[in-house]
């Protein structure tokens, strides 16, 4: 019974001192660093246009699966690839912070932001063949046809690494293909 | 010690309600020192559970029965492993597993997180606290497993039904997937008190959700095996309001992961998808309040107790609470896309959710109409099994045909001719194999000829999913058959995790229908060297023997099972007499016939002085898919589960570089 109530006495001391551990590691900290951090507004901002941005990019990585496996025709495909293209540069174009005064874009890490789906065989298809579906003129800002012309296959895309911040920023933000194709692929 | 195990349930509850009020605070006031303080808190309380758990399974493995939980469910004649496992064979010892499972997950959730989605995991502490605190609360104040006593020479012993390897199992299973729902409960509850509309805690909890779901599965699986069996009746489901209890959370399950697929790709059902979190959890806790207050009358309901109440208030309170507070959200959760077309892959999961969550509902007023009865009109009116066998066909057989339909539609809008080019080959094979079941003469059952005709259209339908998209990449890469389908699966793994476990959906549906709709009964009184005939066998019942062993009086009836002149096997029906436990259980015999692809099940059903036996013998064809589909549904859950490491990396480019904080996938 006492060896019972010693252990249960230690124990519930254990607790506390565990619990009260971030006050005695900091007892002394001021209010402004003991505050949680959290997004603000800019950030919520950003967080859902990438969740939009990535849902046009992975409807595009399905849809490319379901005409590579004939459930969509090739007009179906070019009317849908091209909607689902604008939508993610719709997303990508409000991702750019644009600069004042240079009435053009600054380029952020985006391909490593959009490169996960493009890869080779993301959707478990490789590097599809060369199509002649017909497709819509990309529109402002760019975004690559989903079929490139095709590279000498069956020659792997290489990976897009995540492209640092370039000193030159590109024109317009670049979205990577949905299924690259050859080496030309962005 | 119950001394030990009495403190540790207090210090659990200190912890946990100090987790609530503590990280509500912190959260509310943005204070990170407060709010770190209340996740040790609830890390803390694993601790304590753990200790008063110990404490209880030491009480059991020295047989104190100074410990009245223990004399009231083992005796020293109890085999070691069914005395380890009465920890979850009464109430205390279910209530204080439920706390244990709980605060591990919590634990686990915090440290996962810990660096991860930090501004929702400051509210995800006090809502993980809430639910822990109420079970620490009942554990102390109103069901302790650590009451004292003077202690008996023996204990009662184990309920002899839970006497089976499967029980050892099948509650653990059962409860790891209802607590595991506790865990994406608690982050959409924190999205929703954080005001975030966005997918992170969908992300943080995806693999807590699967892994509560294939929990489920399984334990359901292995209860429906442990039933087929130890219970001896020759069933494995009986529509049991505590079955029910277990369906209905996995359900409403199955509903969310398919939903939450649709919002995850086009941003929509984002308040639906709370309504299944809220709905799943709070079937998880009805489903313990079921299992665990009486108020049912059912085998599983061991006892009568005092916790009904306070289960029922904390039921009302969450439901209501969380509903409140999702009706205080909506402006948030304003989806900005919309279904295109009632033809696509999106509509279909839309169909699908419908079904899920109609079955779902209808068996809770199955189960619930008693109690709603008895309470109002004071006699229980018993909803029995074609209630629940009715509703099945009507919603079951149309979700069947959505799974063989689903795959093969596109996402967004199909065409109908493209749908039609599809579907021809796979209702070709539904259309071949239904009329070859009814010239074989499977017509006797309607239903169970649907099923089958569904099933063949589904596993047509899943085939040449693999087959298309394996010959895609085969054409353009040039890979093997084998090398082509690895590494479709492998690089699509929730998409053919689910059309695994889709398989063993119709592997189920094949072996329940065959069972049930094809099932030979057959019922004879037979003295000894008599005989019966049932779906070609003819049973000659030789003679009766005694035998006593460990804890219990076994009695065997010996039958010679025979097929024309060939003896098939020997079996053995009877039933056990328990000294301890003073009960008596049916053992019925089984023998599979894996070339013919059934169950002879044999069961003594009565043992008369004079040596006469009445038998019941039920043939039942394919009930063996039923437990096959099992390992088939574990290994597609396994491969939906299995870490992504090309998606993980997505998600850390999707959360770091837009600015937010970054989530765990």
Excluded at chain 1, 38 to 54: H, I, Q, S, V, Y
Excluded at chain 2, 32 to 57: C, D, E, H, I, P
Excluded at chain 2, 476 to 492: C, D, H, I, K, Q
Aim: proline share 8%.
């Amino acid at each position: 019974m006492l060896l019972a109530l010693l252990l249960a006495g230690a124990f519930a001391v254990a607790c506390v001192l565990f619990v009260a551990r971030p006050f005695l590691r900091d007892p002394l900290l001021s209010p402004d660093r003991d505050r949680l951090a959290e997004p603000g507004p800019l950030d919520r901002r950003a967080l859902e246009l990438a969740e939009e941005r990535d849902h046009a990019l992975a409807a595009l990585k399905e849809l490319e699966l379901d005409h590579r496996t004939g459930k969509v025709s090739d007009e179906d495909y070019a009317g849908l690839a091209g909607q689902l293209r604008r939508e993610a540069a719709e997303a990508l174009g409000a991702l750019e912070p644009r600069v004042p005064g240079r009435g053009r874009q600054v380029s952020v890490p985006l391909a490593g932001m959009v490169e996960l789906p493009d890869q080779p065989g993301a959707t478990g298809m490789p590097a599809p063949e060369p199509s002649p579906a017909p497709h819509e003129p990309p529109q402002q800002p760019q975004i690559p046809e989903p079929y490139p012309p095709p590279a000498t296959p069956p020659a792997p895309a290489p990976v897009p690494e995540p492209t640092p911040v370039p000193h030159e920023p590109p024109q317009q933000p670049q979205v990577p293909e949905p299924m690259p194709g050859g080496p030309q692929a962005v | 010690m119950p001394e030990l195990g009495r403190a540790a349930l207090i210090v659990c509850l200190g912890l946990s309600a100090y987790a609530v009020v503590a990280g509500g605070l912190a959260a509310h006031h943005r204070r990170r020192r407060l709010a770190v303080s209340a996740q040790n808190a609830l890390v803390a309380s694993f601790a304590a559970a753990a200790v008063a758990a110990g404490v209880l399974v030491a009480g059991l493995v020295r047989h104190d029965f100074s410990l009245a939980y223990v004399a009231d469910h083992t005796s020293r004649k109890l085999p070691t492993a069914y005395t380890i496992s009465a920890f979850w064979g009464g109430q205390e010892g279910s209530l204080l597993l439920w706390l244990l499972v709980l605060t591990g997950f919590s634990a686990a959730a915090v440290f996962l997180n810990r660096r991860a989605t930090r501004d929702l995991l400051a509210w995800v502490v006090p809502v993980l606290g809430t639910v822990g605190a109420f079970f620490a609360f009942l554990l102390v104040a109103v069901s302790s497993p650590f009451v004292t006593q003077v202690a008996p020479a023996d204990g009662a012993g184990l309920n002899p039904s839970l006497q089976n390897p499967y029980m050892v199992a099948h509650p653990p299973l059962l409860y790891l997937g209802f607590v595991g729902l506790t865990v994406p409960f608690a982050f959409a509850m924190a999205a929703l008190l954080a005001r975030r509309a966005d997918e992170r805690w969908i992300v943080a909890t995806r693999r807590w959700t699967l892994a509560a779901w294939g929990f489920l599965g399984i334990g359901q699986l292995l209860g429906a095996h442990w039933a087929y069996v130890e219970v001896g009746w020759g069933g494995y489901f009986a529509w049991d309001p505590v079955e029910n209890a277990a369906l209905m959370p996995w359900l409403a399950a199955t509903a969310f992961l398919h939903s939450v697929m649709i919002q995850e790709r086009k941003g929509m059902l984002k308040v639906w998808n709370m309504l299944l979190v809220i709905l799943a959890f709070c079937l998880s806790l009805f489903g313990t309040f079921l299992t665990r207050s009486g108020v049912v009358n059912s085998i599983h309901s061991f006892t009568q107790s005092a916790i009904g109440p306070w289960f029922l208030g904390f039921i009302c309170a969450i439901t209501a609470g969380s509903l409140a507070l999702l009706f205080l959200r909506l402006p948030l959760l304003r989806s900005k896309t919309r279904l295109e077309s009632l033809v696509s892959r999106e509509a279909t999961f839309l169909y699908n959710n419908l079904l899920l969550v109609a079955l779902c509902l209808t068996i809770l007023w199955g189960v619930t109409y008693p109690i709603l009865s008895e309470a109002v009109r004071g006699e229980a009116v018993t909803v029995g099994r074609p209630y629940y066998d009715f509703f099945l066909r009507v919603f079951g057989l149309p979700l069947l045909l959505l799974m063989g339909i689903g795959p093969l539609v596109a996402w967004r809008r199909a065409s109908l001719r493209g749908l039609r080019r599809m579907l021809a080959l796979p209702v070709a094979v539904a259309l071949v194999v239904g009329a070859a079941l009814l010239v074989l003469g499977s017509g006797s059952s309607r239903p169970g000829l649907v099923a089958y005709t569904f099933s063949a259209f589904v596993l047509a339908s899943i085939g040449l999913e693999f087959l298309r998209g394996a010959r895609a990449r085969r054409d353009t890469a040039g890979e093997s058959w084998p090398a082509a389908l690895a590494a479709l699966v492998n690089r699509n793994r929730r998409r053919y995790g689910g059309y695994v476990v889709h398989a063993s959906v119709v592997l189920l549906a094949i072996g329940v229908a065959g069972s049930s709709a094809y099932q030979t009964i057959r019922e004879a009184k037979l003295r000894p060297g008599e005989s019966m005939q049932a779906a070609g066998y003819t049973l000659t019942y030789r003679s009766l023997s005694t035998r006593p062993v460990e804890n219990r009086q076994e009695v065997r009836a010996l039958v010679d099972l025979r097929r024309g002149d060939r003896l098939v096997a020997r079996v053995e029906p009877g039933k056990n007499r328990y000294f301890a436990e003073d009960q008596v259980s049916n053992e019925m015999a089984i023998h599979t016939s894996w070339l013919r692809a059934e169950d002879v099940n044999v069961i003594a059903d009565q043992v008369n002085p004079d040596g006469s036996v009445y038998f019941k013998v039920l043939v039942k064809p394919l009930v063996n898919l039923i437990w096959a589909a099992g390992f088939v549904f574990l290994g597609g859950a396994l491969i939906a589960f299995w870490p992504d490491a090309r998606e993980e990396r997505r998600l850390v480019a999707r959360y770091s570089r837009a600015g937010a904080l970054p989530a765990e996938a």
